[in-house]
């Protein structure tokens, strides 16, 4: 019988129960002080899981206080909700939170939501959190995680955090979420007046479908006019390439890649101040080019594959922080084309296997807000299947699962284009390019990835002012 009771006591102080924690910064680098304030749980013995997006909103009760950012996490912890608490309080005071008023500014604010099914109250905690359920900036990214649980104190209730999320009155203003790209750009994906970004493809290849040689690696005075020229025409991202990744190409390993890319973003971050408040984003789909490209000072890894291709790069992006952007292919390169096959239908296949690939960059350690989406025009994708995507790209912003995410959309000079114009010359799609940008801004896009920056943001700014409306004026 003592055996029995400590061999009992000893897997009740194991079991791992599951939590979720608000996160809450409006001080300082607020998205730097959520992600530190993760680290940190992850150091306690609280194993963060999974995160939503973050969210911009304004303050409450002491409104003479900057915005922000909010969001939440699922934790696994063998803590008791007791020692949960004390663990959480003890990182926000390690990080530097002074409580000088109450609901007042603070650099973090982590509070219990949830602890598994389990109902109880005390002076210091009360869990289910008593007002989650009437407070958007809660609620919205704690849906985003669980949509179709309820909330444990109304077992028998027949809402779903969803639910209760769709019944609250709208916001204001509304919440926007914020994805950081760089520590001077981040995308507001939900701001029906959001500005549509646009990224300059840079490729140093020499074999690219559209522009190949253009680019020299290794003249970097070139390099220095281009990176100018691209951000002076309205850039507010630049692609790096080192490697074609057109149906077809051919690898060529990832030394050629780094030896082409890495000195390039070396100078550019160190010898074109204009660049300074410009993301760089390295357009691989090989870990080890990642990390490489990003200590030189790239922002966001852009993988075609979504991590398929390379089994490191979805833990080298998590481990070293950056943004990364989650494409739709199949198979290689060289096998893409032949697997353009969607039975049940291009978006509801293309949103599933999406879906699939945000699923393993959280199992990976990614942040939520660290993802970006792209279908993948092009990219095991017949002329149907691309002409839909952009047709219907809303129906795959509101895919479950990928609500409130950023996308991108990357039409620049594509086959289809040529297909449908009869313009076999790439560089001569200009128009064909601009009508499939505003399109993809019509249906919602954040980020277009172009060749002929200085076209297309004439028709992004123009589609901007066309579509980014404000419904609530």
Same mark, same amino acid.
């Given at each position: 019988?003592?055996?029995?009771?400590?061999?009992?006591?000893?897997?009740?102080?194991?079991?791992?129960?599951?939590?979720?924690?608000?996160?809450?910064?409006?001080?300082?680098?607020?998205?730097?002080?959520?992600e530190?304030?993760?680290l940190?749980?992850?150091?306690?013995?609280?194993?963060?899981?999974?995160?939503?997006?973050?969210?911009?909103?304004?303050?409450?009760?002491?409104?003479?206080?900057?915005?922000?950012?909010?969001?939440?996490?699922?934790?696994?912890?063998?803590l008791?909700p007791?020692?949960?608490?004390?663990?959480?309080q003890?990182? !926000?005071?390690?990080?530097?939170?002074?409580?000088?008023? =109450?609901?007042?500014?603070?650099?973090?604010?982590?509070?219990?939501?949830?602890?598994?099914?389990?109902?109880?109250s005390?002076?210091?905690?009360t869990?289910?959190?008593?007002?989650?359920?009437?407070?958007?900036?809660?609620?919205?990214p704690?849906?985003?995680?669980?949509?179709? !649980?309820?909330?444990?104190?109304?077992?028998?209730?027949?809402?779903?955090?969803?639910?209760?999320?769709?019944?609250?009155?709208?916001?204001?203003?509304?919440?926007?979420?914020?994805?950081?790209?760089?520590?001077?750009?981040?995308?507001?994906?939900?701001?029906?007046?959001?500005?549509?970004?646009?990224?300059?493809?840079?490729?140093?290849?020499?074999?690219?479908?559209?522009? #190949? #040689?253009?680019h020299?690696?290794?003249?970097?005075?070139?390099?220095?006019?281009?990176?100018?020229?691209?951000?002076?025409?309205?850039?507010?991202?630049?692609?790096? #390439?080192?490697?074609?990744?057109?149906?077809?190409?051919?690898?060529?390993?990832?030394? !050629?890649?780094?030896?082409?890319?890495?000195?390039?973003?070396?100078?550019?971050?160190?010898?074109?101040?204009?660049?300074?408040?410009?993301?760089?984003?390295?357009?691989?789909?090989?870990?080890?080019?990642?990390?490489?490209?990003?200590?030189a #000072?790239?922002?966001?890894?852009?993988?075609?594959?979504?991590?398929?291709? =390379?089994?490191?790069?979805?833990?080298?992006?998590?481990?070293?922080?950056?943004?990364?952007?989650?494409?739709?292919?199949?198979?290689?390169?060289?096998?893409?084309?032949?697997?353009? =096959?969607?039975?049940?239908?291009?978006?509801?296949?293309?949103?599933?296997?999406?879906?699939?690939?945000?699923?393993?960059?959280?199992?990976?350690?990614?942040?939520?807000?660290?993802?970006?989406?792209?279908?993948?025009?092009?990219?095991?994708?017949?002329?149907?299947?691309?002409?839909?995507?952009?047709?219907?790209?809303?129906?795959?912003?509101?895919?479950?699962?990928?609500? =409130?995410?950023?996308?991108?959309?990357?039409?620049?000079?594509?086959?289809?284009?040529?297909?449908?114009?009869?313009?076999?010359?790439?560089?001569?799609?200009?128009?064909?390019?601009?009508?499939?940008?505003s399109?993809?801004?019509?249906?919602?896009?954040?980020?277009?990835?172009?060749?002929?920056?200085?076209e297309?943001?004439?028709?992004?700014?123009?589609?901007?002012?066309?579509?980014?409306?404000?419904?609530?004026?």
């Amino acid at each position: 019988m003592h055996l029995g009771t400590n061999m009992d006591t000893c897997q009740e102080i194991s079991a791992v129960h599951r939590a979720f924690i608000a996160l809450g910064s409006n001080v300082g680098n607020r998205v730097e002080m959520i992600e530190k304030a993760c680290l940190e749980m992850d150091r306690a013995n609280i194993k963060v899981k999974r995160t939503s997006s973050l969210f911009e909103t304004a303050p409450m009760y002491v409104l003479d206080q900057a915005p922000f950012m909010n969001g939440v996490c699922e934790v696994e912890t063998t803590l008791a909700p007791m020692e949960l608490l004390d663990a959480l309080q003890a990182i !926000e005071i390690s990080l530097g939170r002074k409580k000088l008023i =109450d609901k007042g500014p603070r650099s973090i604010d982590l509070d219990i939501l949830l602890y598994g099914r389990d109902v109880f109250s005390n002076d210091r905690l009360t869990v289910p959190h008593k007002l989650m359920l009437e407070r958007d900036f809660v609620l919205r990214p704690l849906s985003q995680l669980i949509p179709h !649980e309820r909330p444990p104190q109304l077992e028998k209730a027949p809402r779903t955090f969803s639910e209760y999320m769709k019944a609250l009155p709208p916001p204001n203003p509304v919440p926007v979420t914020n994805t950081p790209v760089s520590s001077a750009l981040s995308l507001h994906a939900t701001n029906p007046t959001r500005p549509t970004h646009v990224m300059a493809i840079l490729n140093l290849t020499p074999d690219s479908f559209s522009d #190949g #040689g253009k680019h020299s690696a290794s003249d970097m005075g070139y390099i220095t006019e281009t990176v100018r020229s691209l951000i002076a025409n309205g850039a507010t991202i630049i692609d790096i #390439g080192g490697e074609s990744t057109r149906p077809g190409s051919t690898p060529v390993g990832a030394d !050629e890649e780094i030896a082409r890319v890495v000195p390039a973003i070396k100078h550019i971050r160190t010898n074109v101040p204009e660049a300074a408040k410009i993301a760089i984003s390295i357009d691989t789909y090989r870990a080890s080019v990642a990390e490489a490209a990003c200590a030189a #000072g790239a922002d966001i890894i852009n993988d075609i594959s979504a991590g398929t291709l =390379d089994p490191d790069m979805l833990p080298t992006a998590a481990r070293i922080g950056k943004s990364i952007i989650l494409m739709h292919t199949r198979g290689t390169p060289q096998t893409m084309t032949k697997l353009a =096959d969607y039975p049940t239908g291009v978006i509801p296949e293309v949103g599933a296997e999406l879906h699939a690939r945000v699923a393993a960059a959280e199992d990976a350690g990614i942040r939520r807000w660290r993802i970006i989406l792209d279908p993948g025009l092009g990219f095991a994708k017949s002329q149907p299947h691309d002409l839909t995507i952009l047709h219907d790209l809303p129906l795959l912003r509101a895919f479950e699962g990928l609500t =409130d995410l950023p996308w991108l959309m990357g039409p620049s000079r594509k086959r289809f284009i040529g297909h449908l114009t009869g313009v076999k010359t790439p560089r001569e799609r200009v128009w064909g390019t601009a009508a499939t940008v505003s399109a993809s801004i019509a249906g919602g896009a954040d980020i277009v990835r172009v060749h002929d920056v200085q076209e297309m943001w004439q028709v992004a700014k123009v589609a901007d002012a066309i579509y980014r409306v404000d419904e609530n004026i």
